[in-house]
Each structure stands twice: as structure tokens, then as C-alpha cells.
């Protein structure tokens, strides 16, 4: 398979061009290096037929060959995992390392799903009767990802939707489609035809998909804005909706840590992926007492941090991953600029590439925009507490609810905070870590639903009781 260039779209097991193509920028450079196809209408309504068509035997195949199947996908992606690493780092921006990190990972949270089983529940075994809730499958799902961790997210969706015995056409975002396509080609040598579609547009192709009515649900990670979007749409026919959305997390720092050994892991926290992660750090609450030691040791890794074009070697952060996100979190910068709040800046290549530098805002107002706002890219405002109670009430008043992160060297009073977080996920003295067999759940305004766990998968199911009369 070759990775540089021949992009298609795979629909109903074969290689599909668009009519249309598309351009996909390296954000390193600004400028276009590869055409990816436009799907059509015709074509989209081929794809939720094919996977229709896929459906009526995949969702009989027995579970454990469905679980066979998802471990070679994995397989075969960690097979492939320097030549999506490289295409990653072009499309996305991110610098090789942790391009390979999220092409591993994938493959082994597919793997880790294929371990999984929907289960059935004996309700009761009497002479009288015997009732059971067994889970089945929904039908054809449709799936939609964002740009910022484009194989994982589609993973994600991938993994339990296949288990559960439905079918799927996936989109990914019309800024990073290329490993997406390539993985529909991979996954296609192995999959029964129809089981995975993998079609590709512009923003324009989503709302056809949701309103689409041969999908049973929509599976959808991207903006709250947009998810909401999708959500109105799928009331129309009442399809069921998986929204993972935006974040603005919250990280606590207490007074009790070792500065030195924490700072580089609530840098990174921030940063990595250019801070465009939905559950990365995106307001640091420090306590007063060892505020302006942090600061000074997150402004010496800001100045030390090298940005660039990922493909070169020591880069650890790359651009933002587009155009339209570049404005907005300049936009953000500079609003903090206007209004006299303290920056403290690292330094970014000049040039056409969308390079933002490594931004704190140092104790910037709750209420300025880049403390209520999701950056979503390298601006990270730090902000100064002296209690608990206000902390938690500071960290907990956003629309948002994602994640977010305690740092301390008690574990009790760590964990008696992270009770009082209102977020679906809360870290001790760590950060960004997902696992596939844990539930992630956006509270509030950060989704609707849930990915991952068995309640994840159990999203891609309806349960069915059979009840059984005796005697
Ligand atoms: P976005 O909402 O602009 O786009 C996401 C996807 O939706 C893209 O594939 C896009 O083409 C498609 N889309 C656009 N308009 C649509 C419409 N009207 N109907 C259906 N689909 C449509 O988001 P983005 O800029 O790609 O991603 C960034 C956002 O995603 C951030 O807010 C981030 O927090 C969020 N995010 C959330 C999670 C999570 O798990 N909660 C993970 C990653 C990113």
C-alpha cells in the first residue's frame, strides 16, 4: 500500500474516487500536498447501502470471529505504524514521536476492545419461566471525527460499533483525512465488503450524513457548537446520538507537590499535540503559595519547548493543525493583549506554517475570554487560589465538563477534590490518560453519552429481553 499518494475512499469493499477533490495542507508549510476525494451525494447514499447490505450478515456473525477480526485491524495498523506516523505528521503537524504514539495506540485500543463482550443477564431460571436481556446491535452507524486526534477518535467508534455486529460509514474531518482513508483501505483487505465505509468532504457532507435517514445513530466527536447541531437533526428521525464535545479542564495544584518533579508533566498536560486535545489542561489553578514558583518553571519549559515542522528532528511541538483554529486562538491571545493581561511567551517559527507560540496567561481574570473560552491550542491561563472550597467552585463554574487533574502529595485530599469535580473524568498527579475498558463521559455541555468501557460499547446496542413462559 502506498501512503503518499492514490487517496480513495472505500465503499462497499472497493477503492472509490470522489468527482471532486480536495486539498489537505501540511500545516507546517500552509501549503497543499495531497488531494483527497469529495464524496458525492449519490456516493454517500452507495456507502449507508452498502453498510445496510453489510449489516444483515455481519450483526449474525458470531462474537468471538468479530473479535478475531477487530484484533487483525489493530494488527495490522501497528504493522503499518512508521508509514501512518510519517503521513500523520504531514497532515496534522505533530511531530513524529507522538504521530507513532497515536497510531500505536490505536492499535492497541482496537485490540483491547477486541476483548470485550456485550453481556446477557439471566433475570431468572424458574420452573416458572426463564428471562434474559441480551444486547443487539442497532444497524448502520454513522460516524464523524475531528482533526486533532484523527485515528484515535475514529477508533474509538470503530472498535465497538463493529463488536457490537453493526456497520459503519466514517467521515473524517475535511483538515486530516488522509490516515483515515488509508486505514478504510487497510481495514477493507480484512473486513467482509460494506462492514467499514470510509467516505471524506467538506463540512457540507456531515449534515447530510446526520440527516440521512438510513443510519440508526451518530456517533460524533468535534465542537459543542456542531454537536449540537447534530443532535437537532437526529430528533428529526430519532436516531441515537453519541456526542463527545469541547472541554475547558481544570487542573489543581496544591501546595504540597515537588515542583520539580511535576511541572514538565502539567506542561505537557497543557501542550503536547500544541494543547489541541479536548481533555488537555486548559485552566491551571495554583495555589498562591507556590504560584510564582510553577510559573517561572513553566515559563523556563515554554522558552526550552522546540516548535516547528514535526518531520524535523528535536521538534517536540508542531503547528496548529489549521487555518481556522490559528485565527481563533490568536484571536485569544490577542484579546488578553488588549486588556493588559501578562504573557509569558516561548518562541515559534516565522514563516507560512500556523505556528502559534507557547502562550501563559499569567492570573488573568476568571472572567477574560481565555479563562471562559476553550483555546484549544497553545494558550494556557494560570491562575492564582488560596482555598479548597474556592477552588473547587472556581474550576466547577463552566459550561464544560470533560476532565480535569489534581496535583498533590496527599492522595486523600487529592481524591476528596476530585469527588467534588463536576467532570466525567478526574486525574491524581497525572494527566491524559484514556483506557478502553474506562467509560468517558462529558458532563455538562462536553457531550452527551458515552465512549469507551462497556457502556461504551453498550451505546452501539438496544437491549432485548426475551421472556419465556414455563410449566
Ligand atoms: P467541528 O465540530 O468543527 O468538526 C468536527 C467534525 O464534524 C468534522 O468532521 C466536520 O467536518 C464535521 N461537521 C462540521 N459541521 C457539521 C454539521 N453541521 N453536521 C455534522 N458534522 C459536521 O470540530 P473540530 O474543529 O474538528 O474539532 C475541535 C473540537 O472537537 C474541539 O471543541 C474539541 O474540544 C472537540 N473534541 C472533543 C473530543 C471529545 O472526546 N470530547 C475529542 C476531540 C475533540
Not at 2 to 7: G, L, N
Not at 34 to 63: F, G, I, M, N
Not at 135 to 145: H, R, S
Amino acid at each position: 500500500m502506498r501512503f503518499d499518494s492514490e487517496y480513495s475512499m472505500t465503499i462497499g469493499g472497493a477503492a472509490v474516487a470522489g468527482t471532486l477533490d480536495l486539498g489537505v495542507i501540511n500545516p507546517a508549510t500552509g501549503e497543499v500536498f495531497a488531494q483527497a476525494p469529495v464524496c458525492t451525494p449519490a456516493q454517500l447514499d452507495e456507502a449507508v447501502s452498502a453498510a445496510r447490505t453489510a449489516y444483515a450478515r455481519w450483526r449474525h456473525v458470531p462474537v468471538s470471529e468479530r473479535q478475531a477480526m477487530l484484533c487483525r485491524l489493530g494488527d495490522a495498523l501497528l504493522d503499518h505504524a512508521e508509514d501512518f506516523a510519517r503521513l500523520f505528521t504531514k497532515e496534522q503537524g505533530r511531530p513524529i514521536a507522538g504521530a507513532r504514539v497515536e497510531v500505536e495506540a490505536a492499535g492497541n485500543w482496537i485490540k483491547a476492545v477486541s476483548r470485550m463482550e456485550p453481556p446477557v443477564h439471566v433475570l431468572e431460571d424458574s420452573l416458572q419461566r426463564f428471562v434474559e436481556t441480551r444486547y443487539v446491535p442497532l444497524g448502520v452507524v454513522c460516524a464523524i471525527a475531528p482533526w486533532n486526534f484523527p485515528l484515535t477518535l475514529a477508533v474509538w467508534k470503530i472498535a465497538p460499533a463493529l463488536l457490537a455486529g453493526n456497520t459503519m460509514v466514517l467521515k473524517p474531518s475535511p483538515f486530516t483525512p488522509l490516515c483515515t482513508l488509508k486505514m478504510g483501505e487497510l481495514f477493507g483487505e480484512i473486513l467482509p465488503a460494506g462492514v467499514l465505509n470510509v467516505i471524506c468532504g467538506n463540512d457540507d457532507l456531515g449534515p447530510l450524513m446526520t440527516a440521512h435517514p438510513g443510519f440508526a445513530k451518530i456517533a460524533f466527536t468535534g465542537s459543542t457548537e456542531t454537536g449540537k447541531k447534530v443532535m437537532e437533526t437526529a430528533a428529526r428521525d430519532l436516531k441515537r446520538v453519541t456526542l463527545e464535545l469541547g472541554g475547558n479542564d481544570a487542573a489543581i495544584v496544591m501546595p504540597d507537590v515537588d515542583l520539580d518533579q511535576v511541572a514538565q508533566k502539567i506542561f505537557f498536560g497543557a501542550f503536547f499535540n500544541s494543547a489541541q486535545i479536548c481533555i488537555a489542561t486548559k485552566r491551571l489553578y495554583v495555589h498562591a503559595s507556590i504560584y510564582d514558583a510553577l510559573r517561572d518553571r513553566l515559563a523556563a519549559l515554554a522558552g526550552s519547548t522546540r516548535m516547528g515542522d514535526g518531520s524535523e528532528q528535536g521538534v517536540v511541538l508542531g503547528p496548529v493543525q489549521n487555518k481556522r483554529q490559528y485565527e481563533r486562538v490568536l484571536a485569544l491571545i490577542n484579546d488578553a493583549r488588549a486588556n493588559g493581561l501578562k504573557l509569558i511567551q516561548g518562541s515559534a517559527p516565522a514563516g507560512e506554517g500556523y505556528f502559534v507560540p507557547v502562550t501563559i496567561v499569567d492570573n488573568p481574570p476568571e472572567t477574560s475570554r481565555v479563562v471562559r473560552e476553550e483555546a484549544f491550542g497553545p494558550v494556557l491561563p494560570m491562575l492564582k487560589f488560596d482555598s479548597i472550597d474556592e477552588v473547587v467552585a472556581r474550576a466547577n463554574d463552566c459550561e464544560f465538563g470533560l476532565a480535569g487533574a489534581v496535583w498533590s502529595g496527599d492522595e486523600n485530599i487529592a481524591l476528596e477534590i476530585a469527588r467534588r469535580l463536576e467532570t466525567g473524568t478526574v486525574w491524581i498527579n497525572q494527566n491524559l490518560q484514556v483506557r478502553a475498558d474506562a467509560p468517558f463521559a462529558g458532563h455538562k455541555q462536553s457531550g452527551f453519552g458515552v465512549e469507551n468501557g462497556l457502556e461504551g460499547l453498550l451505546e452501539y446496542m438496544v437491549p432485548q429481553v426475551v421472556n419465556v413462559a414455563r410449566g
